[in-house]
Every structure is written in structure tokens, then in C-alpha cells.
């Protein structure tokens, strides 16, 4: 389009595709199945589009609609780790898929931020906020939130009841108790279940001892640490000295698998020969190490879809506490079939 020139307007569009304005509007607005347009007038009128460079007047059609179509998305540190922002492509993905654009403010743990950020989006008009946390934890949003059409990504505030959209950390721990049961001997559990007083270690162990209950058998040992890969390969080579060893180890995370694989190597331990590992996250980092290590992923994707669309759809935003299921990432860090003692 030339410089000064008038920009083109939806009757231009109607114009050049031979409809009416009103065919043009449906279709733009995606609503051509209620007039039973033809799906020639329909690509005649997005070729239109293309061919003039025409963009919707959004402020024009926020008044007549009472949406802005954006969508805002108030974080504490989800967009600085690598692995966890998937969350934000998937809550952006279903954003679009639904004609919505998503804003994206992080806080840094930051109370004053986040209720500026809170108040900022919401004097701006946007549809609905998605309130994330890198770490699935228990959260007291603003109370300028209270009020407004909010879901929770990843975590959870017991106090007002808003939807939340979660991992589900307990069968998560339920599908890694099926995996340490493959080995024969102690099972290990190594990382402190209350790390950053996060919900994740405390509901994997439940379902982790849930489920070996069933099979008959026990977490044998706790071997506590930090989340980290030094802490991990320390305190597990520290364990292991002191009486070891164990037939199967569940780490807390991929990195305290990492330290783990460390460890096990000084000792020269075998995996998955000599002791099974298994983890949580399904990070990158599951693939680099040898043997792949088998995690229990989190599905950060899924989550941010079922967020937005959650956010969006009138019928599911009081639908309670989404879990949904952690699916496991096979590596070769444990047996591919199940154990015995000889």
C-alpha cells in the first residue's frame, strides 16, 4: 500500500470479492457456517484480503463486541526457563487458534509487579488473564483478580476456588513406581520431596508409594537433596558409601538424575545392569544423557492449551482443578522388562 494512501476498508474487501458487506463480516469473523456461505465466496474473500493488505479495525470491534480479543498471561519467571516456557507456546497457540492475541508480563516474584501488571492488563480490557507459575505451588493471586475471568496455569489458590490447569503430579509418581518395579532390590528416592515448597515432590512421592503398595513392594530409602546436579551426586555417593546399594533410584527431577548417572559412574555402577533410574520433567536433558535416561514428562504444551482454552470457554471456567496426565519419555535407564530377584 502506498504511502498516504487510504487504507482499505471491509467494504473494499466485499467489493473485490463480488459479496455483500455483511458475507464479508461473517466470514472474517469467522461465522460463515451461521449464513451457509459457500466455500468459493469464502476463499474469494480471504484472497480479497491478501490482495488489498486488509486488517480488521480490532478497537472498532472491541466496542461493538465487548472484546479486545487479547488474552493476558501474568507470570513469575516461566518465560526465563528454557524447558517450562512451552507453557507460553502453548497458551499462545491456543490464543490464536481462537483469534486472541496473548500479553505477556513476568513479575519476577515481584507482589508490587504483579499487581501493576494485574491492573494494567485489566484497565486494557483484555478478555481474561492466565495466571502462571514456573513451579506447580500454591498461589494467593492480586485481589484484583478476584473479579475478573481468571485461570490458573500450574498452580493452584485454595483460598478463592478459581480454576486451575495442572500437572498430574500423583500418577505421575504412580507411573515411575510402575518403572522402579522393573528392578529387583531397594527402591531409592533420591531429592528432598519439599523442595522450593513446590506441590510436585510431595504428590510424586504419595503416588510413588501409593502404587508400589499395590505391587507389593516400598520405598526402601529417602536419600534427600536438593533439586541440583552437584547436591544429587554428593549426598547419593555419600548414601551409597554408607551401605548401599540400591536396585532402583527415582530422582525428583532430570537434573538430580543427572547428578545420580555421576555418581553411579565413580562407583562404577551399570545402568540400567546393575540399578535402574528413573525421573520426572522429560527435559532435554533426558536425551543427552547415556543410557537415555526414562522420565515422566510434564506436558508444559498441553498446559498452556488447556489454559487459554479453559480461559475462553464460558462452560469450562468453573470446572475446578484440570490434572492432567504426565506422560513417560522411554529412555534405556531402566530394565524393558520387569526383575527378579535370582
Known sequence: MVRGARKPRLADVAARAGVSRTTASYILNGRSDEMRISAEAVARVRAAVVDLGYRPNRTARSLRTAQTRTVGLISDNVASGHFASRMLTGASAAAREADHFLLIGE???DPLVERLLAEQMLDQGVDGIVYATLRHREVVVPPSLLQARVVLLNCVDPASGLPAVVPDEHGGGRAAADLAARAAGPVVVVGDEREQGTHAGTMR?????ERLDELGRAVDDVVRCDWT?????????CWWSGGGPAGSLVCMNDRVAMGAYQALDGLDASIPADV????FDGSELASWLTPTLTTVGLPFADLGEAAVRTLLDPDARGSGTQRLAMPVVHGGSVPTVARVTP
Do not use: N, Y
Request: proline share 5%; no cysteine; net charge negative.
Open 276 to 279: 535402574a533410574v528413573v525421573s
Open 107 to 109: 513479575t519476577d516474584g
Open 229 to 237: 546436579v552437584p547436591a544429587a551426586r554428593s549426598a547419593l555417593a
Open 205 to 209: 512421592l504419595a503416588g510413588l508409594e
